[in-house]
């Protein structure tokens, strides 16, 4: 059974500093992809990462994946408060080909 | 207009209730999807269908049953609801050909009572 962890499940930063959510999962996959949620409302693709060693970045974002070490990272640099949502991490892959499994999602709050 | 559509948007039921929850996309995609989101627990996935005539269990599929009408069309029934199903419903789609990513329906809170 495919398994997502990712941490930390909460983040609570200052604007202007860096931080890194981690995702973690069980069995290989081929596919990892991460998105955005904000408050109340539904999900929205942010990356898709393919293949070892993919780095993606948009604005201040930047996802890498590390398919032997079965990681994924979502880097925040110099973070800002439009950046506060909910950030969830997801698999695809072997036996779950086509389905997604989510980890739990990671609350981010940017402060001033 | 979106390309992923779900009504109702909000609902509140009584226990022992049947209740359908619908998706309509635009998108021409083949494959749809049902999921719920409970705080802390992320998104798990109910049903899955890859075309009309393919329907999948997901994780916790007891207590739901869904019809896929047509393509196009993906409904997800509870038959009998208890308050533990009171949660935030996401129908998706996904391109067969592609299977790069999921696009999500803006969502249905369910509030079984």
């Known amino acids: 059974e495919l398994k997502v962890e990712q941490n930390p499940l909460f983040l609570s930063m200052q604007e202007g500093k860096n931080y890194t959510i981690y995702c973690n999962y069980s069995t290989t996959s081929d596919r990892l992809y991460w998105y955005r949620q904000d408050p109340g409302k539904s999900l929205e693709s942010l990356f898709v990462l393919l293949s070892n060693g993919a780095v993606k970045q948009e604005g201040r974002l930047m996802a890498s994946l590390d398919t032997k070490a079965r990681l994924s990272t979502l880097h925040i640099t110099a973070a800002v408060h439009d950046l506060s949502a909910t950030y969830f991490c997801a698999v695809t892959g072997g036996t779950s080909y086509g389905k997604l499994t989510f980890g739990q999602g990671t609350i981010l709050t940017v402060h001033p | 207009d979106a390309d992923v559509t779900q009504t109702p948007r909000n609902r509140i039921t009584k226990t022992g209730k049947r209740i359908m929850l619908e998706c309509s996309q635009t998108k021409g995609h083949d494959r749809m999807y049902w999921y719920r989101q409970d705080p802390g627990l992320g998104l798990r996935l109910i049903y899955y269908s890859f075309d009309v005539k393919d329907i999948n269990k997901g994780e916790i599929s007891d207590g739901y049953s869904v019809s896929r009408q047509a393509q196009a069309k993906f409904s997800l029934s509870l038959e009998s609801a208890i308050p533990n199903q009171t949660a935030l419903y996401f129908c998706?789609?996904?391109?067969?050909?592609?299977?790069?990513?999921?696009?999500f329906g803006p969502g249905t809170r369910l509030t079984v009572t």
């Open positions: 998706a789609t996904s391109d067969g050909d592609r299977a790069y990513e999921q696009y």
